[in-house]
């Protein structure tokens, strides 16, 4: 079955400070993974994904992701975190092969201290 | 360009009622999927909707049901409420294969008393 974990509820950085949000996975098949984000009161935001190809993800709003199949991980980082990043993040796997669902982890609240 | 539009934006029903959420997806997009956000949970997937019929189901009971309309705009019924189905529901709306990635909308929050 597929799944996502991510480890930590809560992550605090500082404005500035490269950040890192830790994303492990557990997949039949080849592994689809999603970074989503989203504030209060509002739907999710798509950050990027790695279906295939390049291991170093890049995405929007300057994050990006590495994907290390030897681990299963998927952690989403910035190099220099702005308090506007506040939010909580998710990540996802696509369902089984073939599937067009993802199934999402519990999601993390990042928090950057000005 | 419109993104999604769900509507309304925030219902109060009391248990054992009926309850009808609707979207509208993001021009250009034919499929429209449902999440269900339980307070300090990850969207947990509903059903599916392409060319006007349930393509794939989560795991959830037939109290949920939903219908896509010839213009790809969508319902989600939700009969009998039960005080756990209080949630924010997600609708999200993709260009056939979830791989090109989804557009949300900013969700109906729902609360059964």
């Known amino acids: 079955a597929q799944s996502v974990a991510q480890p930590e509820d809560q992550v605090n950085v500082a404005e500035g400070n490269p950040l890192t949000v830790k994303c492990t996975y557990s997949v039949s098949g080849n592994p689809y993974l999603f970074w989503y984000v989203q504030y209060p009161n509002r739907g999710l935001q798509f950050l990027l994904k790695y279906i295939t190809g390049d291991n170093l993800v890049k995405g929007s709003y300057g994050f990006e992701a590495e994907f290390n199949k030897s681990q299963t991980s998927f952690h989403l980082k910035k190099p220099s975190a702005l308090v506007s990043d506040s939010a909580l993040y998710f990540c996802a796997v696509r369902g089984l092969t073939g599937a067009n669902n993802l199934f999402f982890g519990t999601g993390t609240r990042l928090t950057v201290i000005p | 360009d419109a993104g999604v539009t769900q509507s309304p934006t925030h219902l109060i029903k009391t248990r054992g009622q009926q309850v009808t959420l609707r979207c509208s997806p993001k021009?250009?997009?034919?499929?429209v999927s449902w999440y269900q956000q339980a307070l300090g949970q990850g969207p947990q997937f509903i059903f599916q909707?392409?060319?006007?019929?349930?393509?794939q189901r989560g795991n959830f009971p037939d109290r949920f049901s939903g219908h896509q309309f010839p213009n790809y705009s969508s319902e989600l019924n939700v009969n009998a409420l039960l005080l756990g189905d209080s949630a924010l529901y997600l609708c999200?709306?993709?260009?056939?294969?979830?791989?090109?990635?989804?557009?949300f909308g900013s969700g109906t929050r729902l609360t059964v008393v």
């Open positions: 909707y392409y060319e006007e019929e349930e393509r």
């Open positions: 999200a709306s993709s260009p056939r294969t979830v791989l090109y990635g989804y557009t």
């Open positions: 021009s250009g997009h034919d499929t």
